[in-house]
C-alpha cells in the first residue's frame, strides 16, 4: 500500500499543477498573486526539511531549481535573455538531477556538500554571465510572441535521463529514482512554458512539493525501517502491534544460528551480507506477512488473517531456502574478470551454510496482549535451540 501512494504521490502532485495551469491565467489578481508567491513558500520548507535531515542532494536540488526559477523570473521582459536563460538551464537541470542521484548522501556542511555548492555555484555563475551578456541584446519582439521552445540537445539529455532514472527504480527500487523523473517531467514543463511566468511558477512549486513528499518518505524510512536488511524496524512492529486489537494474528520468531561466530570468524562486513540475505529470502518466501528485524541477528514476522497451516508452511519453505542457499565468501585473488579456466580460483572460496531456529505463537483465550504472544514465541524459539537449532517450534 505504502509503495502505491508512493508512486500515485508525485503523480498527484503534477496533475493537480496542470489542473491549476489551466485556470490560472484567467484567475483573479488575488490567485495570480498567490500563485506567484508560492514558489518561495514551498521552497522554504523543502530547503528547511533538507536541512534538517541533513540531505544534501534535496537541498542543492532544491536550491538550484529556486535560482532557475529566480533567472526565468527576471528575464521575462527581455526575450534575448530569456531564450538564453531557458537554454542553458534546460541543459544543466537534466544533467544535476542524475549527477545528484547518483551522488551518496554525505552531508550539507562537509567538504563533499561543499563541492556540491561549488559546481553548482560554478554553473550558475556561467548562465549569469550569460544572462548579463544578452541583457545588451535590443529587445525587438513582446515575451508573449516568443517562442522558447526545448532545443535538441536538451531533449535529448532529459530523454536519457529520464531512461535512466526509470531504469534504476525498475532495477534496485530506490523512491528517490521515482522521485527525480517526476521533477524532470515536471520542470520541462516549466522550461517549456517560460514565457509565461505564471504557469513556470505553478510546476516549479510542484517540483518542491514533489521534494517535501519525498524528504517525509525518507523520514518515514529512518524512523520504520531497518538500512541494513531493508525489513520494518523494531519501533514499526511496536506500532503495527497496536493497531491489531481482537483480530486473529500469529508472531513468529527468527534467529540466526551460531550468528556471533560468523561475525568473530569472517568480521561484521560479512555477517551484515549474511543479514541482507537471510531478509531477503524471508521477504521472497513469506507472502502476505510482515517481516521487522528485531534486534541483532533476530526478526519478528507478524501474520495476520491465516490459518496455522499455512502459516507453518510458509515457515518451513523460509526455513528450507535458507538451509538450501549457500553464502559464498570470494577470494580475496579472486580475478576481476572471468577466467578462461573456470575452477583456477575456485579453490580460494569458503562456503557458509546458513541456518535459522524458528518459534512460533498464535492468539488465543489465554495469550490475549501482543506481548504475551511475543513472550511465548520466544519461548518456542528457545525451544528450537535446545532441539538442536534449524527447525521450528510452534507454542
Not at 537541498?59 to 521582459?77: E, K, P, R, T, W
Not at 529514482?177 to 515536471?186: E, G, H, S
Not at 505564471?198 to 510542484?206: D, E, H, N, Q, Y
Request: proline share 3%; charged share 20%.
Amino acid at each position: 500500500m505504502r509503495k502505491v501512494v508512493g508512486v500515485l504521490a508525485p503523480i498527484t502532485v503534477i496533475l493537480v499543477a496542470w489542473t491549476l495551469a489551466v485556470k490560472a491565467e484567467s484567475s483573479s489578481v488575488a490567485a495570480q498573486s498567490l500563485i506567484m508567491v508560492m514558489p518561495y513558500v514551498t521552497a522554504f520548507l523543502a530547503i528547511f526539511m533538507s536541512i534538517w535531515y541533513q540531505n544534501s542532494n534535496s537541498f542543492y536540488l532544491v536550491c538550484f531549481a529556486l535560482l532557475s526559477y529566480i533567472f526565468i523570473y527576471m528575464s521575462q521582459d527581455h526575450p534575448p535573455m530569456l531564450v538564453e536563460t531557458v537554454t542553458m538551464l534546460s541543459i544543466l537541470f537534466p544533467v544535476n538531477v542524475v549527477w545528484l542521484s547518483f551522488s551518496k548522501e554525505r552531508g550539507i556542511i562537509s567538504t563533499y556538500g561543499r563541492n556540491k555548492a561549488i559546481v553548482l555555484l560554478a554553473q550558475l555563475l556561467w548562465v549569469f554571465i550569460s544572462f548579463r551578456i544578452k541583457s545588451n541584446v535590443p529587445v525587438s519582439q513582446d515575451i508573449n510572441q516568443v517562442y522558447i521552445g526545448i532545443k535538441v540537445p536538451a531533449m535529448v539529455l532529459y530523454i536519457l535521463a529520464v531512461g535512466l532514472l526509470l531504469s534504476c527504480y525498475i532495477l534496485k527500487k530506490r523512491y528517490m529514482d521515482l522521485i527525480y523523473v517526476a521533477v524532470l517531467i515536471t520542470s520541462i514543463v516549466s522550461f517549456y512554458l517560460s514565457n509565461r511566468i505564471i504557469l513556470v511558477a505553478i510546476f516549479t512549486s510542484a517540483i518542491f512539493v514533489i521534494m517535501v513528499i519525498a524528504m517525509f518518505d525518507v523520514s518515514y524510512s529512518l524512523v520504520f525501517y531497518d538500512t541494513l536488511t531493508e525489513v520494518l524496524s523494531r519501533r514499526a512492529l511496536e506500532h503495527e502491534l497496536l493497531k491489531l486489537g481482537s483480530r486473529k494474528y500469529a508472531i513468529a520468531m527468527i534467529d540466526l544460528d551460531f550468528f556471533k561466530k560468523i561475525n568473530d570468524r569472517h568480521g561484521h562486513d560479512i555477517g551484515d551480507e549474511v543479514l541482507k540475505m537471510v531478509a531477503s529470502i524471508l521477504k521472497n518466501t513469506l507472502n502476505r506477512a510482515k517481516i521487522f528485524r528485531y534486534g541483532g541477528e533476530e526478526f519478528v514476522v507478524l501474520f495476520t488473517g491465516k490459518g496455522y497451516n499455512e502459516i507453518m508452511a510458509q515457515l518451513e519453505l523460509a526455513r528450507k531456502t535458507i538451509e538450501q542457499r549457500p553464502f559464498i565468501i570470494r577470494s580475496e585473488n579472486r580475478p576481476a574478470e572471468k577466467p578462461d579456466k573456470p575452477g583456477e580460483y575456485s579453490k580460494g572460496k569458503e562456503i557458509i551454510n546458513i541456518t535459522v531456529s524458528m518459534g512460533l505463537a498464535q492468539k488465543t483465550n489465554l495469550l490475549k496482549t501482543s506481548y504475551d504472544v511475543i513472550k511465548k514465541a520466544d519461548e518456542a524459539l528457545y525451544k528450537s535451540k535446545s532441539c538442536g537449532r534449524n527447525c521450528i517450534t510452534s507454542a
